[in-house]
C-alpha cells in the first residue's frame, strides 16, 4: 500500500464520530493517539461496550460541542505528556487522511493541557504514513472559519442558564473549570468577585449590584465558592441572590454552618456520626481535665479559625499539651482538643459530595516528618476505593450540614471511619487530576437538576 506522508500537523476526519474535520497533532514520540473528550460515560449495546462523550472539535473553540459515540475496545493505562499514569478509555474508529481511510485505536483523555484536540501517535500510523516532522499540513490546509461551518449545523446548543460563580479569585483552578464546564454545557457563566458586588436590602424591591452599577438580576443558578477571609460577605451576598429568586448551589446558611469547626462537630455529634473525641473549654483552670478527656497525649490541638492545616498542632506529651493550650487560651484564641488519631499514619480521605453522592475521593498523605495530610503543607494524593460505610458517613455529614456540595474529610482509626471536617468549598484540582472525573461538569449538572426541581 502506497504511504501517504504527512506533517507534524494535519487535518482529518474521524466519519463515525461525527467529526467531519479536526486538526490533530502528528507525534511519533507519542505511541498511542488520543482525543481531548469531557462527559465521558459508557454504556451497554448488544453485548458490545461504547463510550458517550463530548469534544469541542474546533480548537479554542469551547461554544462548539459534538457529542459523539464510539466502540470500546480496551481500557489502558496510559503516561500522559506531564508523566502522570492515566486509566483511558481507548476506542477503535476509522481515520480520513487525505485519500486514505483506516481504522486506528484512540484513547479518551479529558485533560486540556493538549494544545490540539487530537494527537495521533505512531501506533496509528504504523504501515500507513511516512511522517515529515518540518512539514506542516501536507494534505491540505482548513481555515477555522471553515472548519466551524463543519460543525454548524449540529453543534449550537441552546441557551442554557444564567449561572453567576461568585468566588474571589477567576485565576484558580477550580474556578476557571467550573466556568468551563458551565460553558461546555451551554449556559451563560458569569465570574463574580464578591468584595465588588453590593446590594440593597428593602421589603420590596431587594437587588444585588455589581461595580460600576451593573443590576446582577435574572439569575437563575449561583455557585458560591467563598474563602474562609470572605465568609461573612460571601455569605451575605449568597443570602441576596437567594431573596432575589437565585438557586443557590450551598445555601448561605450552610457554608456559614460549616465554616465553624465546633458548631460543625456538635452538628455531627448530634447525628451520631463518628468523629475524633473532641473537647472545648473556656478557662485555663479546666486544661488537665479536657487532655484526660481525649485520652492524654499525644493530642491535636486546632484553632477553630485554622483552614489549610495551618492551626493544628501536635502535642506529644500532656505537659507541652497543657503549655500550648493555655498559651493560645492567654491569647483568647478559640481551640479544640482533640484525640490524635495515631494508627491514621498521615493520611487522611477526602470524598467529594454532590447532590447525595459521593462522586469522587482521593487519599492523601502528609509529607515525611508531618502528620497533616494537607496538600498545601507537601503532602501527597492518590487514587483510593473507599468502604460503603466512608460513603455513607461522608453523605450523611454533607446532608447534616445542609450542604450540596461538599468536601468530607475523613480519617481511618482503629474504631472505623471518623469525620474530620466539611468544607463547603472544596477544591477541584487535586480530585480531578487523580480521578480523572470531570468534577466541576458534576457541579454543573447538579445546578441544572435543582434548578429545574425549584421552578417545577
Ligand atoms: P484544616 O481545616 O486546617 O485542614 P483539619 O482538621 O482537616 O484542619 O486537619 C488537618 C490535617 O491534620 C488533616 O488532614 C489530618 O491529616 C490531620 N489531622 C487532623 N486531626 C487529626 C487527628 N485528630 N488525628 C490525626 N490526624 C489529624
Known amino acids: 500500500m502506497k504511504k501517504v506522508i504527512i506533517g507534524k500537523e494535519e487535518w482529518c476526519s474521524l466519519p463515525e ?4 474535520a479536526i486538526k490533530a497533532r502528528i507525534d511519533s514520540g507519542a505511541k498511542t493517539s488520543s482525543l481531548h473528550a469531557f462527559n465521558i460515560n459508557t454504556f ?116 442554557g442558564l444564567k449561572i453567576l460563580l461568585l468566588a474571589s479569585n477567576p485565576d484558580l483552578y477550580s474556578n476557571k473549570r467550573i466556568m468551563e464546564a458551565g460553558e461546555e454545557r451551554g449556559h451563560e457563566m458569569t465570574f463574580v468577585n464578591i468584595s465588588q458586588c453590593y446590594m440593597n436590602i428593602s421589603a420590596t424591591n431587594p437587588e444585588v449590584h455589581y461595580r460600576g452599577g451593573e443590576l446582577l438580576e435574572n439569575v437563575d443558578a449561583v455557585i458560591p465558592r467563598i474563602k474562609p477571609k470572605m465568609t461573612f460577605y460571601g455569605c451575605a451576598i449568597t443570602r441576596q441572590f437567594s431573596s432575589i429568586g437565585a438557586y443557590c448551589l450551598n445555601s448561605s446558611l450552610a457554608i456559614a454552618r460549616s465554616r465553624d469547626k465546633l458548631r460543625s462537630l456538635q452538628e455531627l455529634s448530634n447525628k451520631r456520626i463518628p468523629m475524633p473525641t473532641s473537647g472545648f473549654a473556656k478557662s485555663p483552670v479546666d486544661t488537665k481535665e479536657i487532655i484526660k478527656m481525649v485520652n492524654g497525649a499525644p493530642l491535636v490541638v486546632k484553632l477553630l479559625e485554622g483552614t489549610q492545616g495551618r492551626g493544628v498542632v501536635l502535642a506529644e506529651t500532656n505537659k507541652a499539651a497543657e503549655s500550648v493550650i493555655n498559651a493560645f487560651k492567654s491569647l483568647n484564641t478559640n481551640i479544640l482538643v482533640q484525640e ?42 492518590s487514587t483510593v476505593n ?55 461538569g458534576m457541579m454543573i449538572q447538579a445546578v441544572e437538576r435543582n434548578v429545574k426541581k425549584s421552578k417545577s
Not at 17 to 20: A, D, E, H, I, T
Not at 343 to 357: Q, Y
Open 44 to 159: 451497554e449495546k448488544d453485548g458490545k461496550n461504547y463510550a458517550h462523550f463530548d469534544i469541542h472539535p474546533v480548537q479554542g473553540n469551547r461554544k462548539i460541542i459534538q457529542s459523539c459515540r464510539g466502540l470500546v475496545v480496551d481500557k489502558r493505562a496510559v503516561k500522559s505528556s506531564s508523566g502522570d499514569k492515566e486509566r483511558r478509555l481507548v476506542i477503535r474508529t476509522p481515520v480520513i487522511l487525505g485519500e486514505q481511510s483506516w481504522d486506528i485505536e484512540i484513547t479518551l483523555t479529558n485533560r486540556d493541557s493538549m494544545g490540539y484536540r487530537m494527537l495521533i501517535g505512531r501506533e496509528a500510523m504504523a504501515g500507513r504514513a511516512l511522517i515529515d516532522p518540518n512539514a506542516s499540513f501536507c494534505l491540505g490546509e482548513i481555515e477555522e472559519k471553515e472548519a466551524i461551518k463543519h460543525y454548524n449545523v449540529v453543534s449550537h446548543r441552546k441557551s
Open 340 to 381: 490524635f488519631i495515631k494508627e491514621a499514619n498521615g493520611e487522611d480521605i477526602r470524598c467529594f459530595v454532590i447532590d447525595g453522592k459521593v462522586v469522587g475521593a482521593i487519599q492523601r498523605k502528609a509529607a515525611a516528618g508531618e502528620f497533616r495530610a494537607n496538600l498545601h503543607l507537601g503532602g501527597s494524593a
Open 17 to 20: 464520530l461525527g467529526l467531519p
Open 386 to 440: 473507599i468502604t460503603a460505610e466512608e460513603r455513607k458517613i461522608a453523605v450523611k455529614a454533607t446532608k447534616t450540614m445542609g450542604l450540596v456540595v461538599a468536601g468530607v474529610d475523613i480519617i481511618r482509626s482503629k474504631d472505623g471511619p471518623k469525620v474530620l471536617e466539611i468544607n463547603s468549598s472544596p477544591g477541584l484540582e487535586g480530585i480531578e487530576e487523580i480521578t480523572d472525573k470531570d468534577i466541576a
